[in-house]
């Protein structure tokens, strides 16, 4: 008799070609991850070979019920580590009926500034370092903290190693080899400072692709999460008091700054970033003000600057870079809930279109 985890892991390559396409959007709260699953004929490995479908946006505050269908386009297809075989993940983007991308679809905005022949020719590359906390389910406390009580100030938990220091690496170690199987450009991962609280690094990757790479890593993280029995927090500031926050700090070059004079060409990428500091915070993730104080390694929300290897600056550059006067730069300031296709579009358009 077969058991559940039989079944669960059953090989279907023998019995059939069809494979299972997970497809994936995001929804109304423009940070919720929502999927549901389809049959396809046989394997399939380009976006464009996979058809449309539909899902009740009312029942994911998308639409009202009056006229609830909503159209999802696939854009991009992972191999999926929870089936495997030829099955895959499906990152959808989300439309009307009539075509038109709806408000939480922040994608299709992001690749028209990323399809702009001056974006194009910079090849901007992306480095993204998603902090993120593991709460236990029934009382939304970080794992391995005492019910109603604090562990131990802040200090041996970053990179830490131990049972009374790092806290959920199961699922850490699961969600790292998920998601190099998965195809996703995932280049390392970390314990953070506040104990309970991860970070996972994904790229160099190159446009918009870094953002489809954020997303459906986030959602097998969710995905590896609900196994465990854990909940994701993605919130700026999880804890108040004296423990650090969760950023999404976004490492960025360009081919002109990763050329000899580079230096130069990040010095005036980075003033340019600083003119249109308040548009840039006010799309960089909710609640951030909790987390840029000014403290726990952090520039204030209302202050913009920048340094070399300064990590209480809104912009930090790195040693390497200022020495070899090429390079890349480090935006500090998004949130760990922000939205990549967001953040990184932004910095294109404000770094490479925008004019002052």
């Known amino acids: 008799m077969s058991s559940l985890e039989d079944l669960i892991n059953l090989d279907l390559s023998g019995s059939t070609d069809q494979i299972i396409a997970e497809y994936i959007w995001i929804g109304g709260s423009g940070l919720d991850m929502r999927s549901k699953a389809r049959t396809l004929p046989g394997p399939v490995t380009d976006p464009s070979e996979l058809p449309k479908w539909n899902y009740d946006g009312s029942s994911t505050g998308q639409a009202p019920g009056d006229d609830s269908e909503v159209i999802i386009y696939p854009q991009a297809i992972f191999k999926d580590p929870f089936r495997r075989g030829n099955n895959i993940l499906v990152m959808c983007d989300a439309y009307t009926p009539a075509g038109e991308p709806i408000p939480t679809n922040k994608r299709h905005a992001a690749a028209k500034i990323f399809s702009d022949p001056s974006v194009v020719a910079e090849e901007t590359w992306y480095g993204i370092e998603q902090e993120y906390t593991l709460l236990q389910k029934d009382i939304k406390w970080p794992v391995g903290w005492p019910v109603g009580g604090f562990p131990g100030p802040q200090g041996p ?200």
């Not at 991860?198 to 999460?225: C, H, K, S």
């Not at 108040?240 to 490492?251: E, L, R, S």
């Not at 909710?286 to 912009?315: C, M, P, Q, Y």
């Open 157 to 356: 938990y970053y990179c830490g190693i131990g049972a009374d220091k790092a806290f959920g690496r199961d699922i850490v170690d699961s969600h790292y080899k998920a998601c190099l199987y998965a195809g996703i450009d995932v280049s390392g991962t970390n314990g953070e400072v506040m104990p309970g609280q991860w970070e996972f690094q994904v790229g160099p990757t190159v446009g918009i692709a870094a953002a489809d790479q954020v997303w459906v890593a986030r959602y097998i993280l969710e995905r590896i999460t609900e196994l465990a029995g854990v909940v994701l927090s993605l919130d700026p500031k999880p804890i108040p008091g004296d423990w650090n926050g969760a950023g999404a700090h976004t490492n960025y070059s360009t081919k002109s700054m990763r050329e000899d004079g580079g230096y130069e060409v990040i010095k005036k990428a980075i003033e340019k970033l600083g003119l249109r500091h308040k548009e840039h915070i006010a799309a960089y993730g909710e609640g951030n003000e909790r987390r840029l104080t000014g403290k726990h390694e952090t520039a204030d929300i209302n202050t913009f600057l920048w340094g070399v290897a300064n990590r209480g600056a809104s912009i930090r550059v790195g040693r390497d870079t200022e020495k070899a006067g090429k390079g890349y730069f480090e935006d500090r300031r998004p949130a760990s809930n922000m939205d990549p296709y967001t953040v990184t579009s932004m910095i294109a358009e404000s770094t490479i279109l925008w004019k002052p």
